[in-house]
Structure formats: C-alpha cells, structure tokens
C-alpha cells in the first residue's frame, strides 16, 4: 500500500489514450455538465458509478457533486499525464478509482472493499499496486480535506505515479521508499506547474520553507532510515510525515536536474531484479546512495538557507473574490513550540483576518523540526492614515520571535 499525508480493463492503446486525452482537455463546459452516475454495489457497499469517467471510478452518495467533478477530472488528467512526464506506461491489468467523503467512510468502506483492515493512519489517498492479495488494484482516497480541483490532481497524480511505477510486474519493486515517494511528489509537481501553476508555486514554497527549517534544526531524516516502507510508515506516524515527503522531492528534484529525469526513471525500470535499490543506484548515476544525499543535502543548503533564514516567510496568492491570501511559514523556530501571532497595521491598530475558505486547521505550533504554516486573510481596512501593509508578530512559546511585513496590495 502507498499512502500519502494527498467496467473496462486500463490498458495502453491507442483507442484509451485518445480517449483520456479528450477528456483532459474537454471545454470547460462540460466540467459544469451534471455528472452521469449510475448506481452499483460492491462487497456490499453501495457507491455511484461515474458513467463519462475514462476509468472505472465510483464514490459515496455523501461526496459533493464538486468533489467528484474535481476526481473526474484529475483522474482523466492524470492518466495522461503522469505516463507522459515519466515516459512509463500505464499498466495493463484493470486499474479503480474510489472516492470517499471522510477519513471514516475510507477507512471502514475501503476495508469492506478490500476484505481486509484498512491503513491503520487514514491518509488522505492511498494507491494498492498489483499484488496476490489486493483483489481491486486502485487508488482510494477522500475529499473531505480538498479545497480546490488543484488539490485533487495533486494527490491523484501523485497516486497514478505509484502505478506506472509499478506497471504489471507482478511483486512489489525494489525501489527505496525515499525514491518511491519523492519521485510521486516530483512527478506530481511537474504535472501541477502546468495545470496549476500558482498551486504548484505554492506547494513549492511550502515544501522547501519545510525543509529549510529541519536545515536549520535538526538536520534532514537520514534516507537509510527510510528504505523500506516501514520504516516509512513509522516516521510518518512520529510526525515527521511533512518533512519526510518534502526532502525526498527535493532530492529527487536534484537527481533529475544533476543527472536528468531519463536516469531516475531508469533506476525505475530497473528495479525488481536480481540487484538491490543501492546497486542499481549506483550503477545508474555513477554514486553511492549516501555519496548523492551529501551532495544533494550540500547543494539545498547552499539554495535554501539564503532564501529562508530563520523566521517568518510569506507567499502570496489571490483567491476567487479577488482577495489577497497570505500563507505565512514559521521557519526554524524551536521544535514543538506554542506559537502566539500579531496582526497589526504600520499605526499600531490592531488588524481583523481569518483563515480563507478551505483552508486547512491553522498550526498554532511548529513542528518537529520547528516549521509552521497556515492561510490567512484580512477581513477589515487599513484605518485612515495607516499604509496598506500587514505586520505579522509571532513569538513562541520556548523564546522564538520573528515579525514580516505583508502588503495588502500588489
């Protein structure tokens, strides 16, 4: 199982990739289109089948008509997408989609589906490559946490990733699960650039201001504690979930510009033979494992530390209405730390804001590698004589402080 904290056989013809390409780049009109479904029952759960999904894809009766809409679509652009930035195909064997609308229905549906216990930590997606006991090979995932159809191709391409990373080979590869992952994220990340970019500026900031502080802390997760999957699993589950996908992107990022993307697709390839992952590695690019996470470990630090020192970083988006939204990052604070924040105007007063729409639960403490970040967004005006500008304070509560200003305006 790859998870992450985001009838017809599938099969590689030419009839299929039309298909899917129509579909990715179908008017906008049509995503207005109320979606066809069509009732059907599996293992005794009740779901909707989507009749004009490329794929077999079905979903609760509870989940939003928009939700679903957003899986339809990330599905159809995935599927094109992800084989054509990795030059893997898709694989043959027949290839499900479920959408769930919480963490609990994807716990207990996927688990009456699967005959068999659920992921024991509820991710918001997870993938089941081919495998004897995985009688419906497919990506599961629930939408209760998306706020957007960005995030749904996020965490949809990142899961067809693990596929054509597994193809039809019939035993789980070889790969590093540091690899594994970060290869998902980096693919996922390249797809995003182009369907959307601010998205995927965004992730971007978020994932290296992330790492960037664990730089300034505690130093980065060593990646032969993350080789196997449980090992994976167990570092995720001791909270360090967002540092340790963030580094792997970041150093798979390195790879594929050090030594192209061919290369790390062809550890891919690879993989599943006689050799182990740290032969194959090396017999690709030339280095050893731990000589590539010193160079690529020296080479973020050299990016990242000057571009964010320690204390607060902002990024700037604009939502639908028009409004600013500032996401701000706590960058090297103390591990752990209760963070108290500030908004205020150049004049002292104080200003009024709230956490955007669908935004996610705003962190009120960093975490184990002193990062913290969440949205916000101003609710009332500069009062007269006071400049457009937002001064955010945060002190936290081990003796950390740091203040930046952000302007309301472009």
């Given at each position: ?360 639960p705003e962190a009120d403490r960093t975490d184990r590698v002193g990062f913290a970040t969440w949205a916000w967004t101003s609710t009332d005006s500069p009062p007269p004589g006071a400049s457009p500008t937002i001064y955010l304070t945060v002190h936290g509560s081990q003796g950390s402080e740091a203040s930046q200003a952000a302007p309301l305006t472009p």
């Amino acid at each position: 199982m790859q998870g992450r904290w985001r009838g017809g056989r599938v099969k590689g013809s030419v009839v299929l990739a039309a298909a899917l390409l129509l579909a990715a780049l179908a008017p906008a009109a049509r995503a207005q289109a109320p979606i066809a479904t069509a009732p059907v029952v599996i293992e005794g759960v009740t779901l909707q089948q989507v009749l004009d999904a490329p794929v077999p894809l079905y979903a609760t009766a509870s989940v939003a008509e928009e939700k679903l809409r957003w899986m339809r679509d990330a599905v159809a652009t995935a599927l094109v997408e992800v084989p054509r930035v990795t030059g893997l195909p898709l694989p043959q064997s027949r290839l499900e989609f479920y959408l769930f609308n919480d963490p609990q229905e994807l716990a207990t549906l996927s688990s009456q589906l699967l005959r068999s216990p659920g992921p024991r930590v509820t991710p918001e997606c997870f993938a089941l490559t081919r495998q004897a006991n995985t009688p419906r090979r497919g990506i599961y995932c629930q939408a209760d946490g998306w706020a957007s159809a960005e995030e749904a191709l996020d965490y949809v391409t990142h899961e067809v990733t693990h596929q054509v990373e597994q193809g039809d080979y019939p035993q789980r590869r070889g790969l590093a699960q540091w690899f594994n992952e970060g290869l998902a994220e980096y693919v996922q990340a390249q797809v995003l650039a182009e369907r959307g970019p601010a998205y995927a500026a965004r992730d971007r900031w978020q994932r290296e201001a992330r790492v960037a502080s664990a730089l300034h802390t505690t130093g980065l997760f060593p990646l032969r504690e993350l080789s196997s999957n449980v090992r994976w699993q167990q570092a995720a589950g001791a909270g360090w979930a967002g540092l340790i996908y963030a580094q792997s992107a970041l150093i798979v990022g390195w790879l594929a510009d050090t030594y192209g993307l061919p290369a790390v697709i062809e550890v891919v390839r690879r993989s599943g033979g006689p050799f182990a992952f740290d032969a194959i590695f090396e017999e690709v690019f030339g280095i050893s494992v731990e000589r590539a996470e010193e160079e690529a470990q020296s080479a973020l630090a050299a990016d990242l530390l000057p571009r964010y020192p320690v204390g607060l970083s902002v990024f700037r988006t604009e939502a639908a209405d028009g409004s600013i939204v500032f996401h701000f990052a706590v960058v090297g604070f103390q591990p752990r730390e209760w963070l108290e924040k500030e908004y205020r105007y150049d004049n002292g007063t104080r200003a009024e804001g709230r956490a955007p729409a669908g935004a996610r639960p705003e962190a009120d403490r960093t975490d184990r590698v002193g990062f913290a970040t969440w949205a916000w967004t101003s609710t009332d005006s500069p009062p007269p004589g006071a400049s457009p500008t937002i001064y955010l304070t945060v002190h936290g509560s081990q003796g950390s402080e740091a203040s930046q200003a952000a302007p309301l305006t472009p």
